[in-house]
C-alpha cells in the first residue's frame, strides 16, 4: 500500500509564498517522475509542475518563474516553492507519482488527496 500526503496549503494573500510538500510512504521500491497538479472549482485537473528522476523539471507556462519544483529521494518527497501567487493560482493542489513497489515491476501512479490553496485578500 503506498500513501501520497500532501501539506502546506492554506490561505495567502495575493504576491505571497507557499511552500508545499508531499510525502510518499508504504512499500515503494522506487520512485519515478513525480509531479504537482492542480484543479480550481468547475475546470479540469491540470499540471503544475513535474521532475524526473533525473532531476530534470518541466513547468506549465503559467507557473513558470513562480513555483520551483524539487525533491528529496532519500526521504520520498517532492515540494512546490510557490512565490508571486495570483487569485488564479486557488485550487487544490495534488501530488503524483509514478512508484514501483519491486525490482523489475512496472510504476504505478499515484495520487494525493490534495491540499488546498486559496489566494485572496
Known amino acids: 500500500q503506498v500513501q501520497l500526503v500532501e501539506s502546506g496549503g492554506g490561505l495567502v494573500q495575493p504576491g505571497g509564498s507557499l511552500r508545499l510538500s508531499c510525502t510518499a510512504s508504504?512499500?515503494?521500491?522506487?520512485?519515478?517522475?513525480m509531479g504537482w497538479y492542480r484543479q480550481a472549482p468547475g475546470k479540469e485537473r491540470e499540471i503544475v509542475a513535474q521532475i524526473a528522476s533525473t532531476g530534470s523539471t518541466n513547468y506549465a507556462d503559467s507557473m513558470k518563474g513562480r513555483v520551483t519544483i524539487s525533491r528529496d529521494d532519500v526521504k520520498n518527497m517532492i515540494y512546490l516553492q510557490m512565490k508571486s501567487l495570483k487569485p488564479e493560482d486557488t485550487a487544490v493542489y495534488y501530488c503524483?507519482?509514478?512508484?514501483?513497489?519491486?525490482?523489475?515491476?512496472?510504476?504505478?501512479?499515484?495520487w494525493g488527496q490534495g491540499t488546498q490553496v486559496t489566494v485572496s485578500s
Open positions: 508504504g512499500n515503494i521500491f522506487t520512485i519515478f517522475g
Open positions: 503524483r507519482a509514478e512508484i514501483s513497489l519491486a525490482p523489475y515491476s512496472d510504476p504505478y501512479v499515484h
